[in-house]
C-alpha cells in the first residue's frame, strides 16, 4: 500500500507536476469530489477537471461555495459541542478531505487538550496531504488511515485506529458531507449503522448531507452535472438523512438545516440558503 511517506515530496507541493501525480495513483484526468471541494473551499490542490467541475455545479447553484464554507462552519460547532458538552476527547473523522484549517484535531485540541483523531479517506490526493493532518501537541495524537469506508470491520481492526482510539471509550464519530458520495446501493445506512454497533455507548455522530429539499430544481442540475462528470453525487431528503441517526439519540435540534444547528450568535436570516442537512446525535 502506498504510504504516506512516499508523498513526502509532493506533500503540500501545489506546483507538483501532474506527471509527478499520476506516478502516485491519482487520476488527475476526471473530476474528484475531494478537489472539487477545495476548489469551493479556496485551496489549491485541484486540477482542471476539478475546476470545470467545481464551475458547471456552480452555475446550478451559484451559492455553492458559501455553502461549502457552511458546511464546514457546522463541523466546527459539531466539534466543539461534541468535546465541550458531551466529553468526548477522541474522533474518526470519515472523508476527510484535503486538509482545510481549522481541522478537526485544531478545534478538538482547542476545546480540550489532548484529544485523539483518526483521520480515514479513500483519495490518493488526501493520503498525500495527510502529514499536514499529523501535527498535534505533545498531549494530543492524530493518525491517517488510507481506507474506504464502505469496509467499516477492516477500519475498525486496522492497527493505527486501535492504536490510537480506545474503543471501550466513547468516540465522536464524523460523516461531514461525505455520505453523498456513496450510491444507495452501497447500502451506506448499513454502513454507519455498523460503525453505531461497534461503537460504545455515548459515542456520538455528526452527520452533514446535501439536500434537494430546499431548491429540488437546480440541484436536480447539479446531480446531473456530476452525473456527466462521472460523479456519484446522492442528494437525500430529511427522512432519508434522518434514516443515519436510527438507533442513536439526536440532540437538540434534531436534523437541521446546518447553518440553523446551535449557530454562534443570531439565528440566520435564511437558514435554508446551504442546501445540507446536519445532525449530532449519542448513543444510548
Ligand atoms: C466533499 S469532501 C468532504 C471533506 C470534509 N469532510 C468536509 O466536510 O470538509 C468528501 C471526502 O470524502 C472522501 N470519500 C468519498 N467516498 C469515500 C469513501 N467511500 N471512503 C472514504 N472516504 C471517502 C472523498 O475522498 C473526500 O475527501
Known amino acids: 500500500m502506498t504510504s504516506s511517506q512516499d508523498f513526502a515530496d509532493l506533500s503540500g507541493n501545489a506546483a507538483a507536476g501532474l506527471s ?8 488527475t ?4 469530489s475531494a478537489r472539487v471541494y477545495d476548489y469551493w473551499l479556496g485551496g ?3 486540477f482542471p477537471p476539478d475546476r470545470a467541475m467545481g464551475r458547471a455545479i456552480e452555475e446550478a447553484v451559484p451559492s455553492v461555495k458559501a455553502m461549502a464554507k457552511e458546511n464546514r462552519a457546522f463541523q466546527g460547532r459539531a466539534v466543539r459541542h461534541l468535546a465541550e458538552q458531551q466529553g468526548i476527547r477522541q474522533f474518526l473523522d470519515l472523508g476527510t478531505g484535503i486538509p482545510t484549517s481549522p481541522n478537526t484535531h485544531e478545534i478538538a485540541e ?13 483519495d490518493p490526493i ?14 494530543s495524537r492524530t493518525t491517517y488511515i488510507h481506507q474506504d469506508l464502505g469496509k467499516p470491520d477492516e477500519l475498525l481492526a486496522d492497527p493505527a485506529l486501535t492504536s490510537t482510539l480506545d474503543l471501550g471509550r466513547p468516540v465522536g464519530l464524523l460523516m461531514i458531507a461525505v455520505l ?12 454507519v449503522a455498523a460503525l453505531r454497533d461497534a461503537l460504545p455507548s455515548g459515542s456520538c455522530l455528526a452527520l452533514t448531507h446535501p439536500t434537494q429539499d430546499f431548491d429540488p430544481e437546480s440541484v ?17 431528503t430529511r427522512d432519508e438523512v434522518a434514516r443515519f441517526f436510527d438507533g442513536w439519540e439526536l440532540i ?13 450568535g443570531e439565528p440566520p436570516a435564511d437558514p435554508h440558503a446551504a442546501y445540507y442537512w446536519g445532525g449530532v446525535a449519542r448513543k444510548p
Open 20 to 27: 509527478e501525480w499520476e506516478r502516485f495513483g491519482v487520476d
Open 180 to 191: 453523498m458520495l456513496v450510491a444507495d446501493e452501497a447500502d451506506p445506512w448499513g454502513k
Open 252 to 264: 437538540e435540534p434534531g436534523v437541521a438545516p446546518v447553518m440553523a444547528w446551535r449557530p454562534d
Open 110 to 122: 482547542a476545546a480540550s487538550p489532548g484529544t485523539r483523531v483518526v483521520y480515514v479517506d479513500n
Open 29 to 32: 484526468s476526471a473530476p474528484h
Open 44 to 46: 489549491k490542490t485541484n
Open 220 to 236: 436536480a442540475k447539479v446531480a446531473e452535472a456530476a452525473r456527466a462528470g462521472g460523479m456519484t453525487l446522492v442528494p437525500r
Open 126 to 139: 488526501v493520503l498525500a496531504h495527510a502529514r499536514a493532518l499529523m501535527v498535534s501537541t505533545p498531549a
